[in-house]
């Protein structure tokens, strides 16, 4: 029992040190490297732990080699754009210009839902108000809010403003959301007419549309595909 105290606690101080070695960052925030890196050294380190018949060696050996080899990677990376991108990946703008892109968010399998809860946690629940979102390769999104929006604030003027009010998602990919339709307290008719006035020929059509506080109506159709995937 004593052995395995002290295998343990050896070992727990070089998985330790190893993370710090890595980089003071979040878990949600380790590029793709550093992830893999992290899982195998807390996976190799468990094996010793449990079987005190393998020399400690066993562990110590290739957590210094993970390591090492972390340390490398993220050397080179700062000398190399090319295998920076390689090893950690590119940033992936969600909305350009105001406008959703559609075949980004599915080469990065995230779904409208997904968007919209990530500009909720991050503050902007409205996305008309956003310029751009940007996927970072750490997995967080980063927003520019469309110029208007960084304008002298309602309290740098000593104005008082009505309670924000979230907004109301009427259709998600093509699909209207009845109890969203609801709640705005509106009526099919009046988004029928809506979708009319913008020459919108039905729901399907709809990639996103919102309703904000203000009653201004966000819509945004579903990109047209060429044939071939192209």
């Not at 101080?13 to 925030?29: C, D, E, I, N, Y």
């Not at 751009?132 to 750490?138: N, S, V």
């Not at 699909?175 to 020929?201: C, N, P």
């Amino acid at each position: 029992m004593l052995i395995m105290l002290i295998r343990s606690a050896l070992l727990y101080g070089l998985v330790m040190f190893s993370l710090r070695m890595m980089g003071k960052r979040q878990v949600g925030q380790l590029q793709p490297a550093e992830l893999v890196i992290a899982i195998m050294i807390s996976d190799v380190a468990t094996i010793p732990m449990q079987n005190t018949g393998l020399p400690i060696f066993s562990g110590i050996v290739p957590i210094s080699v993970l390591l090492i080899a972390e340390l490398l990677i993220s050397y080179i990376s700062l000398k190399n754009r090319r295998l920076r991108v390689a090893f950690s990946g590119s940033p992936s703008v969600m909305i350009h210009k105001g406008v959703i892109d559609e075949k980004e968010m599915e080469r990065q399998r995230f779904n409208v839902d997904d968007l919209l809860e990530e500009l909720r946690v991050l503050g902007y629940p409205d996305v008309s108000k956003i310029e751009y979102a940007i996927l970072e390769t750490g997995g967080q999104i980063s927003v520019i809010p469309k110029s208007a929006e960084n304008a002298v604030t309602l309290g740098d003027l000593q104005i008082k403003k009505r309670q924000t009010v979230l907004p109301y998602i009427l259709i998600s990919d093509g699909e209207v959301d009845e109890t969203e339709l609801t709640r705005a307290g509106k009526k099919r008719a009046w988004l029928d007419k809506q979708l009319k006035t913008r020459h919108i020929q039905g729901y399907k059509e709809v990639f996103l549309a919102s309703l904000n506080g203000d009653e201004e109506l966000f819509i945004q159709t579903k990109q047209k595909r060429k044939r071939g995937g192209k």
